[in-house]
DNA sequence: ACCTGAACACCGTTCAAGT
DNA sequence: ACCTGAACACCGTTCAAGT
């Protein structure tokens, strides 16, 4: 706050005067941030390759910008534009030819899916180009455990940490061709 | 750390004879918590079954726990328990006949879906009884949307937010049926 | 070898007072 | 209607000093 304060040349005590506390003002910035993903989507005539392309850039623009991250644990802000993303994904169920209480339990899953990879990766993906460094420290951890007491890690261990984005995007299709009649 | 310090009876600052610092503490923390899953893990004779209830294992002892979440999104700690459920995984989907490089993708997802699910619902858990009453509180915020502009979630508003575990195992049995060899 | 205690450099937030 | 500034009640951590 009193760096906010200073940014805007202002006294850090100045923003109680608009929002009630910390996590308020992170909801509404939180919400902001999700402007680029409403205004880039770009509908198909494919249900499912809409829920795709919608979680892709959802997924990266909380990555770019993990503000609202946090915040969303503590439960749905119900404000416009995660209202909207809700909308989305929910009306492209249906087209898809689910019904409600099973399109919710898919929506549910896409979402979590999606909100839990973002966090996840945001902290790596924040290092930057030190991120595949990161990885290859690991991997070299991973290549010198005991073969005897974790076989199958050792075995792996050159591969694991593959680009996080193969990982999410694998997922996602697994889940959508699961949950999503085709 | 004051707090832990009053707890032992000892200066807030000794912790810091044994630990480099909080981060430090919790890594170590985190691992102790995750014994009930390494400890209460029953293998079969089916990789996909001992896949699922370990992770259904993992994410009720996190949510019971969390103490180790935080940390969990900085990287791997690399600790006994956690290198135990990693080599449970690994040797599970190397079981049901996965190669390595599809076998480290599958458990990414797989690890990623439970460690999100956990992170999601850990507040509301926590929280007890009141999650039901949380949980209706939010379904009459959806019902009273425009449905000109959310007719989907509109629709869907009294269906929202079931069960979590139900959520969480649909998820990680399209997961499962989807990535590993069945 | 381990702990203490003062201190540093921070936090979010409240509230009376200002303009 | 909005901002200021002092103050409250906290943080994690360091470091010289103690035993």
Chains 1, 2 share one sequence.
Not at 35 to 59: H, M, N, Q, W, Y
Not at 123 to 152: F, H
Request: hydrophobic share 40%; charged share 25%; glycine share 6%.
């Amino acid at each position: 706050m009193r760096a906010l304060g200073e940014k805007l040349g202002v006294d850090p005590t100045a923003v109680y005067r608009h929002f009630t506390d910390r996590d308020d003002l992170f909801r509404e910035v939180g919400d902001r941030t999700l402007s680029p993903v409403v205004e880039g989507f770009e509908p198909t005539t494919d249900p499912s390759k809409d829920i795709a392309s919608l979680c892709i850039l959802l997924r990266s623009t909380l990555i770019a910008n993990p503000i609202g991250l946090q915040i969303t644990a503590q439960g749905p802000t119900r404000r416009p534009n995660e209202l909207l993303i809700t909308e989305i994904i929910l009306s492209s169920l249906k087209r898809s030819g689910l019904k409600v209480p099973k399109a919710v339990i898919a929506y549910h899953t896409i979402i979590e899916h999606t909100l839990g990879s973002a966090w996840l990766d945001a902290p790596l993906a924040r290092a930057g180009d030190n991120r595949l460094e990161t990885y290859t420290a690991w991997r070299d951890d991973y290549r010198e455990l005991d073969p005897k007491v974790y076989p199958a890690t050792r075995a792996a261990a050159g591969d694991l940490y593959p680009a996080s984005e193969l990982v999410f995007e694998s997922g996602l299709a697994a889940l959508i061709s699961g949950l999503v009649p085709h």
